[in-house]
């Protein structure tokens, strides 16, 4: 069987496209990374690919008159790919309508909370601000609210008295790497089923 081509949007860091290629590489995950898509040239994720022989593309929204033309062009790039799972690691802007609507149940996002709690940016700093004892990190689909899609898997981590924004980060980040792969596992093993917002994992 062929398999399946994933298409990771970063604007940053990429530890997280970094997890999944290393899972790829060790077999635990029967896919490709067809393409690393950009809207940031300084991404590091970019060189993460590029070092590993992945094709990369930067595409500036500064470039395009109106998000759903900057949108298309992605679009046009993973099609160009041969795309099935449209993967966000640390892609920094909400997709719009027709974006997504052409992506159904096919665009992943992990965020760094344990939603519905502390969306947006900075959720370490919100759950350490708000006081809570407990975060963590969610892998969910992508619809057009803001870290508001069905939730697919969820790990918790303590927060400790003395954690930081930055040392919960790093708690957080450590279990990111773990989940994100299992759920792109399910996903490419069509164990997803969606009702409403309720996303069951079929045995
Ligand atoms: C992660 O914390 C992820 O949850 C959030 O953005 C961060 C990206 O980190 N959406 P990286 O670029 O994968 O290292």
């Given at each position: 069987?062929?398999?399946?081509?994933?298409?990771?949007?970063?604007?940053?860091?990429?530890?997280?496209?970094?997890?999944?290629m290393?899972?790829?590489?060790?077999?635990?995950?029967?896919?490709v990374?067809?393409?690393?898509?950009?809207?940031?040239?300084?991404?590091?994720?970019?060189?993460?690919?590029?070092?590993?022989?992945?094709?990369?593309?930067?595409?500036?929204?500064?470039?395009?008159?109106?998000?759903?033309?900057?949108?298309a062009?992605?679009?046009?790039?993973l099609?160009?790919?041969?795309?099935?799972?449209?993967?966000?690691?640390?892609?920094?802007?909400?997709?719009?309508?027709?974006?997504?609507?052409?992506?159904?149940?096919?665009v992943?996002n992990?965020?760094?909370?344990?939603?519905?709690?502390?969306?947006g940016?900075?959720?370490?700093?919100?759950?350490?601000?708000?006081?809570?004892?407990?975060?963590?990190?969610?892998?969910?689909?992508?619809?057009?609210g803001?870290?508001?899609?069905?939730?697919?898997?969820q790990?918790?981590?303590?927060?400790?008295?003395?954690?930081?924004?930055?040392?919960?980060?790093?708690?957080?980040?450590?279990?990111?790497?773990?989940?994100?792969?299992?759920a792109?596992?399910?996903?490419?093993?069509?164990?997803?089923?969606?009702?409403g917002?309720?996303?069951?994992?079929?045995?």
């Open positions: 069987m062929d398999k399946q081509v994933l298409g990771v949007l970063a604007s940053g860091r990429g530890s997280n496209l970094a997890a999944i290393d899972s790829i590489d060790a077999g635990e995950l029967p896919a990374i067809g393409v690393v898509i950009s809207d940031n040239p300084g991404a590091y994720a970019l060189e993460r690919a590029q070092a590993a022989g992945i094709a990369t593309c930067v595409i500036e929204r500064k470039y395009f008159s109106c998000k759903e033309e900057f949108e062009a992605i679009n046009a790039k099609k160009e790919h041969g795309v099935g799972l449209v993967v966000l690691a640390g892609y920094m802007r909400l997709l719009g309508k027709t974006f997504v609507s052409a992506w159904p149940l096919r992943m992990i965020h760094p909370a344990l939603l519905p709690s502390f969306p940016l900075d959720a370490q700093g919100q759950a350490i601000r708000y006081g809570a004892k407990v975060s963590g990190c969610t892998v969910h689909f992508v619809d057009e803001m870290d508001t899609g069905p939730i697919i898997l790990k918790a981590v303590d927060v400790s008295d003395d954690d930081t924004e930055e040392s919960l980060a790093g708690k957080i980040l450590k279990e990111e790497h773990l989940i994100y792969k299992q792109i596992k399910l996903w490419l093993e069509g164990r997803l089923a969606v009702e917002r309720r996303v069951r994992i079929k045995k």
